[in-house]
Structures are given as C-alpha cells and as structure tokens.
Nanobody
Framework: QVQLVESGGGLVQAGGSLRLSCAAS??????????MGWFRQAPGKEREFVAA????????YYTDSVKGRFTISRDNAKNTVYLQMNSLKPEDTAVYYC????????????????WGQGTQVTVSS
C-alpha cells in the first residue's frame, strides 16, 4: 500500500523556519501525476488545508493564514514535495500531513486518497 512519508518537523522559535519534505514510501509510486497537498491538525482542532500544488508545479494554492510565509514546491524527478515555512508563529504548531490527489486542486481533505503519518511542528513563543 502506498504511503507518503513526511520529514523535517521539529521545535523552532517564533520567527524561525523549517522545511518539510514528503516522499512516497514505494519507489514504484510516482507523485508526478498527482496534486499534492499539505494539511495540518492542531490539538483539539479539525484538520485544515495549508497548501497544494498542481502536478506540474505550475500552480500553487495557500490558505490565507500562511500566504507570504509558506511556499510549496515539488521535484518530480526526486518524487518529493516540500513545504518551506518561514516566519513561523506559535499558531502554526500542529501535526503536518502530506497528501496526494489524482485530480485538480482541492482544499477538501476527503478528496485526497493517499496520506502520510504526519510530522510534528512546534513553534515556541
């Protein structure tokens, strides 16, 4: 079964940066034809959309709270998608999940078929 594997989470001070990576756990699974998304879930809250990128990398979408601070990108040759997070705030603290969707952009988590196990991001004030 295909899974996505996130890495790069950790503890950082407010104003700092982290880069999350997401790769497929199975080498035969290519993300190149999938819309890739990042979601996050904070304690006691529902999972929310963060960012998504089209299969070609030509289009990117962000939730308002991260615009100008986060950048999603992908390297299909490396079968990896990234989330560069700058100017982090304590309210960015959450478990971040990578997801893949065969189809156009969506910010609805149930439209993503493949998920990672999540990586914890903690931003201290």
């Amino acid at each position: 079964q295909v899974q996505l594997v996130e890495s790069g989470g950790g503890l950082v001070q407010a104003g700092g940066s982290l880069r999350l990576s997401c790769a497929a756990s199975v080498r035969t699974f290519s993300i190149s034809t999938y819309t890739m998304g990042w979601f996050r879930q904070a304690p006691g809250k529902e999972r929310e959309f963060v960012a998504a990128i089209s299969w070609s990398g030509g289009s990117a979408y962000y939730t308002d709270s991260v615009k100008g601070r986060f950048t999603i990108s992908r390297d299909n040759a490396k079968n990896t998608v990234y989330l560069q997070m700058n100017s982090l705030k304590p309210e960015d603290t959450a478990v971040y999940y990578c997801a893949a969707r065969f189809g156009p952009y969506s910010d609805y988590d149930r439209e993503y078929a493949y998920w990672g196990q999540g990586t914890q991001v903690t931003v201290s004030s």
